[in-house]
């Protein structure tokens, strides 16, 4: 009975700072680039993008395909930052645990 009710404070505990870690998260930032800077995305740590920026040198109306590959690959590499934030940060909490998702 001592133990479940150890273990018990120990997930309330860790629950809450799983919590504070997630806010944490939604304040921190990530960047990434695509066509030597040409194109910059930065997105939160809840995966939002907040920011797209596009050099005046890429604005081809001639290669709009070109602009739009450069886009998602910034976007998918700043959705990748993110991902390994969310593993640095949450992992802390989560590591030697067997949680699907963590």
């Avoid at 001592?2 to 404070?9: D, L």
């Avoid at 910059?40 to 739009?68: F, N, T, Y």
Wanted: proline share 2%; net charge negative.
């Amino acid at each position: 009975m001592k133990n479940q009710g150890n273990m018990m404070k120990q997930m309330q505990k860790m629950q809450k700072q799983m919590e504070k870690a997630q806010e944490e998260l939604k304040e921190k930032t990530v960047e990434a680039t695509s066509g030597g800077g040409a194109v910059k995305v930065v997105a939160a740590g809840d995966k939002r993008i907040i920011d797209v920026q596009i050099s005046e040198d890429v604005v081809d109306p001639e290669d709009v395909d070109m602009l739009q590959d450069l886009i998602l690959a910034a976007m998918n590499e700043a959705l990748k930052k993110v991902d390994e934030l969310t593993e640095q940060d949450l992992g802390k909490l989560t590591k030697g645990m067997n949680i699907p998702g963590m």
